[in-house]
Each structure stands twice: as C-alpha cells, then as structure tokens.
C-alpha cells in the first residue's frame, strides 16, 4: 500500500490512536520516526540522543515512551506536539531495551540486555520500584491481563515469567525455550503464548506454550 523511511535500524514500534501516527524506534539512529498513518508519510523525526529501544504507546496519558539504552533512560513524548516532553533516569538500568506498558496497573517493564534484569517502573511515581534477575539478553515482552503474567523473552533462549497481580510484580519461573528465543506474542484468548525460533537444526520453528 505504501513505503516510508524508517530509519537507520527500525526496531520497536507504538501506535497513537487519538491523533493517527505510528512511532517507530530508530534503534542506531537515534531517532524515533513519526508516521500518519492516514497518508502513510512520515511527519516528525524525533532526536532522542542515543542509541534507541523498543516503544510503547500509554493510553492513560495518551503519550509514547521509548528507551533509550546508551543513557539508561525513559523518553517521554507527547504526540500532540511530537516533542520530548520528559527525560527519566532508570536506577539500576545497563542497555534497558525492552519495554511493556501495564496502562491499568500504571506499571511499566523495562528488560536491561546490559546487566539482564528486569525492572518495573512506577508510572505514576516516575521510578524503579522493583528488579529481578533475568535471561541473558532480554528482548520482547508480553502480558496477559487476564492471568496477569508477563513474559520476557531472550536472545540466550531463556523465558522468564512473572506474576502481576495489581502493584505486585513476582517471579513464577524460569526455563530454555530454544535458540534466539527473543519474540513473544500472548493470545489472550487462549492465553497461549507463541515464539518463533529462527533456527532448531536447520529450520525455523514456533513453538505455542500453554500456560500451567
């Protein structure tokens, strides 16, 4: 239907729904890329001063957060205006690349690949209120607000799986999926989760776990 440029390295993408626009992280660049998706023709390139993460889009404050990993913070946009409008220094974070936001429980996860733990931010309070331990090299994370679990999956194969339960974050467990294990995506309707594995002996594979 359409082209667009993307960036250097597009990785994590957000939709805004109240004003059209796709955010698209520009992870060497430093950028985040502005899309309408009415027109589908970029309309903003956003200099975030750093090597970008994964985006998500809050509908609460109906703003777009992005890490940025080489200064080990959360960027803030307002896409009203597409301007930063908040810079906010993660304790605790090494390379934060992951990000997923529990709009209702105002929680955000923030997978670090530098240091592999797992940080969970308080939105309303603008801070790290927990870490964990985690696989190496996290990447993409999901969440079933139905279980209340969130998923974090790594590059290194392993799976970690967590309990949400309001502002209580606790680990359930851990285990080795599979090689570059570092995409995951919840059913919420079967509360199936799905990876696929770029190369299990020669072949890609995708596996659906169900949950126990």
């Known amino acids: 239907m359409a082209r667009t440029p993307g960036g250097h390295y597009p990785d994590g993408m957000a939709y805004a729904p109240d004003v059209h626009k796709l955010y698209a992280s520009d992870e060497t660049g430093g950028t985040e890329t502005v899309v309408d998706v009415r027109s589908n023709q970029r309309v903003a390139t956003i200099a975030l001063g750093g090597e970008v993460g994964n985006t ?10 992005v890490n940025v990993q080489t200064r080990n913070e959360l960027i803030e946009i307002d896409p009203a205006i597409d301007k930063v409008v908040a810079r906010i220094a ?31 931010f308080d ?11 985690i696989g190496k090299d996290p990447d993409v994370l999901a969440f079933d607000p139905a279980l209340g679990r969130l998923y974090v999956a790594g590059e290194a194969g392993v799976v970690s ?6 502002s ?14 570092h995409v995951v995506v919840i059913d919420p309707t079967t509360h199936r989760s799905y990876f696929p594995l770029r190369d299990v002996e020669g072949r890609p594979v995708l596996r659906v776990m169900k949950p126990g």
């Open 161 to 166: 799986v967590f309990s949400v339960k309001g």
């Open 56 to 65: 998500q889009y809050d509908p609460q404050s109906h703003h777009v957060f």
């Open 123 to 133: 939105m309303s309070a603008r801070r790290v209120v927990q870490s964990f331990d």
């Open 90 to 120: 993660l304790r605790g974070a090494d390379h934060n690349h992951g990000l997923l936001i529990d709009s209702p429980d105002r929680l955000a996860f923030i997978a670090c690949q530098g240091n592999h733990r797992l940080l969970v």
């Open 168 to 181: 209580t974050v606790a680990r359930i467990g851990e285990s080795r999926l599979g090689p570059n294990a």
